[in-house]
């Protein structure tokens, strides 16, 4: 497990990406924390540091986003995902089977459906700005 401090955006971004350069594909990661916690802005870090260029947003409504970048990244918004079906109306159980990275947000409404061996992240609020980023599964 490695524990991380961020007092920025800015600095979540960072580590996101530097994460980033341990992932080769097929890796599902699963964010646990609540509303504004920096999911979001950590999956931004996470594009940038796998190559995406373009901008990174909350797929809330759309469920999904597409990053087309090396590996793939999807990013997965599971918010209003109550269901087994609703899950499987997502694409989800497809997109974990064509290599790339999944970032899932509110991963907590999904947990009996992680691969055992997914990368677990966890935001938990230190103040305004600064957070304490969990990393369990993978060695940074």
């Given at each position: 497990?490695?524990?991380?401090?961020?007092?920025?955006?800015?600095?979540?971004?960072?580590?996101?990406?530097?994460?980033?350069?341990?992932?080769?594909g097929?890796?599902?990661?699963?964010?646990?924390?609540?509303?504004?916690?920096?999911?979001?802005?950590?999956?931004?870090?996470?594009a940038?540091?796998?190559?995406?260029?373009?901008?990174?947003?909350?797929?809330?409504?759309?469920?999904?986003?597409?990053?087309?970048?090396s590996?793939?990244?999807?990013?997965?918004?599971?918010?209003?995902?109550?269901?087994?079906?609703?899950?499987y109306?997502?694409?989800?159980?497809?997109?974990?089977?064509?290599?790339?990275?999944?970032?899932i947000?509110?991963?907590e409404?999904?947990?009996t459906?992680?691969?055992?061996?997914?990368?677990?992240?966890?935001?938990?609020?230190?103040g305004?700005?600064?957070?304490?980023?969990?990393?369990?599964?993978?060695?940074?």
């Amino acid at each position: 497990m490695e524990r991380f401090i961020s007092h920025s955006a800015a600095e979540t971004e960072a580590f996101a990406a530097r994460l980033a350069g341990k992932l080769s594909g097929g890796e599902v990661i699963a964010y646990f924390g609540g509303l504004g916690m920096g999911k979001t802005t950590f999956t931004r870090g996470l594009a940038q540091g796998l190559g995406w260029e373009g901008e990174v947003s909350s797929p809330t409504f759309a469920l999904v986003h597409e990053y087309r970048c090396s590996p793939p990244l999807y990013h997965f918004d599971m918010y209003r995902v109550t269901s087994f079906d609703d899950l499987y109306s997502t694409g989800f159980f497809d997109y974990m089977e064509n290599g790339g990275v999944l970032a899932i947000e509110w991963s907590e409404n999904i947990e009996t459906a992680l691969p055992e061996d997914c990368i677990r992240i966890s935001f938990d609020r230190l103040g305004d700005e600064e957070r304490e980023i969990t990393v369990e599964g993978l060695a940074l």
